[in-house]
């Protein structure tokens, strides 16, 4: 039997097996922050998102996620890299995630958004049916912000129905 | 029992199934879903493509060559279900697109009449969506109310219970007779019975247990019995109900077309006899008839001898994933108890990614809530991994899982 | 127009289609029975042997590769069949096993949840029993009225009637595009017109038009249409509901079960979105896989290519039938104005007894009321001959057909 | 093309198309006679059917088919054959009909029922889906006499549905 763990290691790379080992960002938050509950219907995971923004900001996430390596570790890379940013930067952020995910290399110019640990999730591309788990974090989080901005501050609970492919 | 049965000649099984024959990800495919769908032999795809070369044609009714050949081939496959049942009548046989259109069709045809608010149908915590979800709208459409039998932590009915739970007011008790997830086999026959003797009607989600082993409906003793050709070697598309036909002439047709009527005015209509009445428009002839090679060939092979090696592997298999630590394996122990679908949880590696990983090997599992969330629920976990075996499985499948399992753990852990 | 269309090159095509080869009672098969269902080219048969030797495998949910590819090879129907219908939203198609499934499901799921007693529906005169009985079951559930377009002398809508019967009270107008008994082609758009200014829904029964030519669903303007891809050289066990996507979303479920829920718990249930919400249980995957193949068929030979041919083998056909004496034909005289379906009468001759004539010449005709009694009734006649063409008819069917029908005029005259 | 009528004359013998062609039986009886309308839900054709009987033997019978050539010729030999005939007798005889309609040879001996004209119909077992037609002025008659037994001599209409099949 072949017992290299090649493709495996693709998707797993050793960078997505720490965050799943110590996700980042389990401390909760001061208030008010704007919470939302996404749900990833194949499977059923739940990632429960809390965000606190100042002004354009991203202050604080949390996250907790019950689901798999994948959807943990990018969850848990969200939480690290978001705080400070802008929405218009995370906003291209996630773009540029999605388009990697959906196996775009991008147009090679030097302004391209520099994906920082996320770039170890470029493997999903290659499991299809993965590419929502990866997602989820960051579906739930725009329904978050959303919920930001017409005032909501009570959690919702909500699906993440993202399709996985175009 | 000593009857002696004929050990199943795996190897030569496995030769007639061309997918197996297939690499996934560079290794052979080892595939362990066959709850979720079973793979097909060559002579069910011969079947098929030889109703389409030779005999094609819209059924009943017409009087040309091939109307009377697809009417007698499809119509013949009724008959021979009915012999596969043991010998039920084959007017109350109603081919339908799978088990749960057939449990859908008995709550809106044979249940909603005869039910109101105030009376109850039994159903159990097992159930999977199609015996659940049904119920559940109609319910809403008539006020009736729903009640569960409770499981007991080794994962089986919880008898006692069901007899306090089962009152005058129960019109309905519908359960499975195997489960998806847990592989328990229900005790059909004591359930049907106390039932019957409180005047309420069985029905028996069959989709797990008559590919698996010898299944005599009348013997049963339930009403009605629902099952799928796609989880016993036929094609998609196809499902059946069989119901006592005396149940079945009552029944108000769910869908209205043709085939199944007698005489159409423009403001009203009557019926047709048993079973077309219940039957609506054309039916899916091909994998009908396509069915009917799948029952040859599960008959050739023997139910009692598929059981047999079911229950060896099934063994093996718990045998092998008990010795494990720290991994849950639900259901009954003893395999006699229970058809071949082995559902386990570790905690330190998601159901979906031991799948992928499995994957990997070409092994080919399933990952997730089976459509039984509320069993999810009640087990305490979002999902399970699940095993399940038919009679192209061998051992080595067994050891690829439990290996891949333990190379995931390694890796996860 | 002056588009140019291709010539179908018909002996090529007939070579795509096994069946055809093939002999009865020693002749060689005219198969002139096309409204009842098609024949299937290789293409088709290769698809559904070719997905059940390499991908077979539940759809939905699943996380290892066949169950992947069984997935996208599923969807990819959808959105096929979504170009094919002129670039509808793949979300708005929901295959059922027959168009009468699908007429059922927009009754049950579309139609009943928002119609009372003192509405109306509105039918016509010539509908196939498969739009009329689900009506006729909806009205008696509801109250709700059914109101029927007559039909002309030459066997068209009345449009004078429609405007008078379409009033305020008309929740919906359900009518076939062509019909199945006379061969005519209503006008769809000026009907789903009217409709729409009066605030009714419309529904089409597109089961004989689909096939046969160019149809693009948003441009004739209906809220909803129906379809059956065994009658366009797909399998059978597959049809279609397509439907503006918001009117499906507002859809109650008629049938529940796995792949149609998000959430289920016990008591209660939420349905998953568009399509899944409509597909309970196990889908018909290979038939749904082979019928892409189908429509790739279809494409490849050109719909305006198929239409002109049957306009053409139809304007021979009525030529040559009219010549004979006594004998009537039903239907528009132009066959511009109508599709390949040509049904006709002779006193002297019982259609059963014309049918089992011409089956021993080898030539298939249907014999009978096709599933449209009421328009039997209207005729004045118990049944009647019908004779149907597909894109692998020649003249030389024609010539056999109406010879064999003079032999039977002098047999039995 | 193949131009002899080998198969056809097989189904519609002479004789059968001499009864189609004229068919007996169809002068109104007097009363009391019992009566019974006949459906094939194959086609819809129908058969009305009326019986006199004086005690157990058939007096009179009247029938009017819409139907193909096999039904009216079946309806038109048994309007001939039966008036005169015992209840009995005529058991025996739709027996041996259905018999030799689904094939059977009969086992040779002599007192086997002497079919007369009805022999001619042997062609429509080569044709299942034709058996139904054959069969359905005899099943309207077998509900006719069961009218008569139960005392009902109004005119009732129901559907054969004997199987052509055994
Ligand atoms: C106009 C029309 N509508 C509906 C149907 C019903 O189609 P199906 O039997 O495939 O449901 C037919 C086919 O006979 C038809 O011709
Ligand atoms: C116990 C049980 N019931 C019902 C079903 C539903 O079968 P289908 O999807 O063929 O309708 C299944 C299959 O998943 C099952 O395992
Ligand atoms: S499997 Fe559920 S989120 Fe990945
Ligand atoms: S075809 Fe109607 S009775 Fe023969």
Redesign the interface.
Known sequence: ??RS?G??DD??REVV?DH?RSPRGRDPISEPACRHEGVN??????VELAVRLEEDRIADVQLRT?????SVASGSMLAEMLPGMTLDEVGRLGDRFREILHGSNGDGTDDEEDLGDLEALRGVSQ????IK?ALLPWVTLREAIRACKEGLRSPERA?S?EEDSP | MSVSIERLDVRRIRSDFPILGREVHGHALRYLDNAATTQKPRAVLDALRDYYERHNSNVHRGVHTLAQEATEAYEGVRTRLGRFLGGVEPRGIVFTRNTTEAINLVARSIVEPRIGSGDEILLTEMEHHSNLVPWIQLAKRTGARLRHVPITEDGRLDLDAFDDLLTDRTKLVAFAHASNVLGTINPVERIAERARAKGALTLLDAAQSIPHMPVDARELGVDLLAASAHKMLGPTGVGFLWGRPELLEEAEPMLGGGEMILEVHLDRATWADLPQKLEAGTPNVGDVVAFGAALNYLEAAGLAAIRAHEVELTGYALERLRSLENLRVYGPEDPEHRSGVISFYDETIHPHDLATMLDLRGIAIRAGHHCAQPLMRRLGVPATSRASFYLYNERADVDALVEGLEEARSYFG
Chains 1, 4 share one sequence.
């Open positions: 039997m072949d763990f493709q495996l998707l797993y097996l799943y219907p194949l499977c059923g995971d739940e019950r689901g798999c390596a994948i499991f299809p049916v993965r788990c699906t129905t």
